[in-house]
């Protein structure tokens, strides 16, 4: 198996090779093969209260117009800041207020709520539970948790429905808890206890309306050892992972995936999507030094863990269980300096274009940087998850979702760093490349190394079958233009920026190199350009 991938890699490195020698010929009046935008599909977010702010709803509204998401995914819906229960009279009574406000101005920008089923209210954790992130989410069960948990997920389902009608809500999607595997992080409780939490919750969805959707378990990254084969997380398997010299010839597997699925299958419990998070990363644990190391893959490790994913599916009970990726990004860590820099656009573009078919989404984990898992960050750009930094100063990560969602529906052409589509509605092409340099294929970028040297490609490509005179335009992201981190440091680093700095800041990272041509009277267009390393390059069809 693990020679296997290595001749596969090397199979497409060399095609690769190739494929920049030669002058690529597309016909665009050939029939194309329909393809799922998937990367749209959903998006991230810290936790509900945020989204309960001036700035988290207008970066919200953004990315849904720029970047077509259908759905966002955040924490925190039954936190205590969200007042889920309230005391009236010494009893506790639901209270849906401030959720509705926030599924309320979602829905009137067009973006569904992908529900998240966490975290405890305090007055259904243990009396002394453990808590998670500055804003302190409740992580331990008691004993009575259960019950009224069921209690709780039902009523809200109800209140749903009554409020938003079904066929709304039929729409929605209920996922049980987030990354419950990592003992005592995320849930402080065994594996049996996670799947009884998702046992109550699949019984309350389905219990309002049969057809209403719900899946797990929305465990971390894949593992390439038995760390997580117990009730708890057990650390000292991983000596093997720490010592390895090459972690991507490693057999990596998803996490509690396929004991879900047979405790589902044992419990006659529906599945009806199956959720994980595949980040390029993992954190090996050496028990006798006590050291931890932090891994990262090769740029190839979403597409291995995508075709494990989809064959441990098709062996289950639920083969026709959807697969949301409910949270990716190129770390897991929301201070890793990579996600505000050009590299990041290259990974996402690379990795969804790769894995067309293979997903019903993959949400990037998170659009905005109004995020507090850590609390609030002293620097505007501190390597947050987000595509939009706090002040609103949209980083390559959010170009490279506004390019993407500008494809059409048809593949007609796919390379090592080209892809060529149609429009099925006007016929219009639309086309994407970018340089992913081959110097940093063994691990997907991390850290403050801005990765600014590597191979240049060769983009030399020709369009035929076009109309006369056909006019397109060229957009290219690269060092020096929509890079807005690095025009910050040639600014001096500006801590914090005057309101006129962030004005200018605004333009320039959403400025673009661009560039127009047009087809000859023959209908061929040929484009022959440079592509630098880590730049992404949109051209359109315009009229």
């Given at each position: 198996?693990?020679?296997?991938?290595?001749?596969?890699?090397?199979?497409?490195f060399?095609?690769?090779?190739?494929?920049?020698?030669q002058?690529v010929?597309v016909?665009?009046?050939?029939?194309?093969?329909?393809?799922?935008?998937?990367?749209?599909?959903?998006?991230?977010a810290?936790?509900?209260n945020?989204a309960?702010?001036?700035?988290?709803l207008?970066?919200?509204?953004?990315?849904?117009?720029?970047?077509g998401?259908?759905?966002v995914?955040?924490?925190?819906?039954?936190?205590?800041?969200?007042f889920?229960?309230?005391?009236e009279?010494?009893?506790?009574?639901?209270?849906?207020?401030?959720?509705?406000?926030v599924f309320?101005?979602?829905?009137?920008?067009n973006v569904?709520?992908?529900v998240?089923l966490?975290?405890?209210?305090?007055?259904?954790?243990?009396?002394?539970s453990?808590?998670?992130?500055?804003?302190?989410?409740?992580i331990?069960?008691?004993?009575?948790t259960f019950?009224?948990?069921?209690?709780?997920?039902?009523?809200?389902t109800q209140?749903?429905?009554?409020?938003?009608g079904?066929?709304?809500v039929?729409t929605?999607?209920?996922?049980?808890?987030?990354?419950?595997?990592?003992y005592?992080?995320?849930?402080?409780?065994?594996?049996?206890?996670?799947?009884?939490?998702?046992?109550?919750?699949?019984?309350?969805?389905?219990?309002?309306d049969?057809?209403?959707k719900?899946?797990?378990?929305?465990?971390s990254n894949?593992?390439?050892?038995?760390?997580?084969a117990?009730e708890v997380?057990?650390?000292?398997?991983s000596?093997?992972?720490?010592?390895?010299d090459?972690?991507?010839?490693?057999?990596?597997?998803?996490?509690?995936?396929?004991?879900?699925?047979?405790?589902?299958e044992?419990?006659?419990l529906?599945?009806?999507?199956?959720?994980?998070?595949?980040?390029?990363?993992?954190y090996?644990?050496n028990?006798?030094?006590?050291?931890g190391r932090?891994?990262?893959r090769?740029?190839?490790?979403?597409k291995?863990?995508?075709?494990?994913?989809?064959e441990?599916?098709s062996?289950?009970?639920y083969?026709?269980?959807?697969?949301?990726?409910?949270e990716w990004?190129t770390?897991p860590?929301?201070?890793?300096?990579m996600?505000?820099?050009?590299?990041?656009?290259?990974y996402i573009?690379?990795?969804?274009?790769?894995?067309?078919g293979?997903?019903?989404?993959l949400a990037?984990?998170?659009?905005?940087?109004?995020f507090?898992?850590?609390?609030?960050?002293?620097?505007i750009?501190?390597g947050?998850?987000?595509?939009?930094?706090?002040?609103?100063?949209?980083?390559?990560?959010?170009?490279?979702?506004?390019?993407?969602?500008?494809?059409?529906?048809?593949?007609?052409?796919k390379?090592?760093?080209?892809f060529?589509?149609?429009?099925?509605?006007?016929?219009?092409?639309?086309?994407?490349?970018y340089?992913?340099?081959k110097?940093?294929?063994?691990?997907?970028?991390?850290g403050s190394d801005?990765?600014?040297?590597?191979?240049?490609?060769?983009?030399?490509?020709?369009?035929?079958?076009?109309k006369?005179?056909?006019?397109?335009?060229i957009e290219i992201?690269?060092?020096?233009?929509?890079n807005?981190?690095?025009?910050?440091?040639?600014?001096?680093?500006?801590?914090?920026?005057?309101?006129?700095q962030?004005k200018?800041m605004?333009a320039?990272?959403n400025?673009?190199?661009?560039?127009?041509v047009k087809?000859?009277?023959?209908?061929?267009?040929k484009?022959?350009?440079?592509?630098t390393?880590w730049?992404v390059?949109?051209?359109?069809?315009?009229?």
């Amino acid at each position: 198996m693990n020679s296997f991938k290595k001749i596969i890699f090397g199979v497409a490195f060399s095609i690769s090779m190739i494929c920049q020698a030669q002058n690529v010929k597309v016909d665009v009046k050939q029939s194309g093969e329909t393809f799922d935008h998937y990367w749209s599909k959903m998006v991230g977010a810290g936790r509900a209260n945020e989204a309960l702010r001036a700035g988290w709803l207008e970066q919200m509204e953004q990315v849904q117009e720029h970047c077509g998401f259908e759905y966002v995914r955040f924490h925190g819906l039954f936190h205590d800041d969200m007042f889920p229960i309230v005391m009236e009279k010494g009893k506790p009574v639901y209270n849906w207020q401030y959720i509705d406000d926030v599924f309320d101005r979602l829905l009137d920008m067009n973006v569904k709520p992908f529900v998240e089923l966490a975290f405890l209210p305090s007055s259904m954790a243990a009396k002394d539970s453990k808590t998670v992130f500055w804003w302190k989410a409740n992580i331990t069960p008691a004993d009575d948790t259960f019950e009224k948990w069921h209690d709780l997920v039902e009523a809200f389902t109800q209140h749903c429905v009554d409020r938003y009608g079904i066929e709304e809500v039929l729409t929605w999607y209920f996922e049980v808890w987030n990354e419950p595997n990592l003992y005592p992080l995320f849930w402080d409780g065994t594996k049996s206890q996670y799947f009884e939490m998702y046992k109550q919750s699949a019984i309350a969805v389905k219990s309002v309306d049969q057809r209403l959707k719900v899946g797990g378990p929305s465990t971390s990254n894949f593992v390439p050892d038995e760390r997580f084969a117990g009730e708890v997380t057990n650390d000292k398997v991983s000596e093997a992972v720490f010592a390895a010299d090459d972690i991507n010839a490693l057999d990596w597997k998803g996490v509690w995936i396929e004991d879900f699925l047979e405790y589902c299958e044992k419990e006659n419990l529906p599945v009806d999507f199956v959720s994980t998070h595949p980040y390029p990363t993992d954190y090996a644990f050496n028990p006798e030094t006590g050291k931890g190391r932090g891994l990262t893959r090769y740029v190839n490790s979403l597409k291995l863990d995508l075709e494990w994913l989809n064959e441990t599916i098709s062996k289950s009970a639920y083969p026709n269980a959807e697969i949301h990726l409910t949270e990716w990004n190129t770390s897991p860590s929301s201070r890793d300096a990579m996600h505000d820099r050009l590299p990041a656009a290259a990974y996402i573009v690379k990795s969804n274009l790769e894995c067309i078919g293979l997903t019903n989404s993959l949400a990037f984990w998170t659009f905005t940087d109004i995020f507090e898992e850590k609390g609030g960050a002293a620097s505007i750009f501190h390597g947050g998850f987000g595509m939009i930094n706090y002040q609103g100063l949209v980083k390559p990560s959010y170009h490279a979702y506004r390019m993407l969602h500008q494809l059409g529906d048809q593949k007609i052409y796919k390379d090592d760093y080209l892809f060529v589509s149609k429009k099925s509605t006007d016929g219009k092409i639309v086309a994407l490349a970018y340089n992913y340099p081959k110097e940093y294929e063994n691990a997907v970028p991390a850290g403050s190394d801005k990765r600014e040297k590597g191979t240049t490609k060769k983009l030399d490509f020709t369009l035929t079958g076009l109309k006369a005179g056909a006019h397109f335009e060229i957009e290219i992201l690269d060092k020096d233009h929509g890079n807005i981190h690095n025009y910050w440091e040639d600014m001096g680093k500006p801590e914090p920026p005057t309101r006129e700095q962030i004005k200018t800041m605004k333009a320039y990272a959403n400025t673009m190199k661009m560039d127009h041509v047009k087809a000859d009277k023959n209908g061929v267009l040929k484009i022959n350009q440079d592509l630098t390393p880590w730049s992404v390059v949109l051209i359109k069809e315009i009229n």
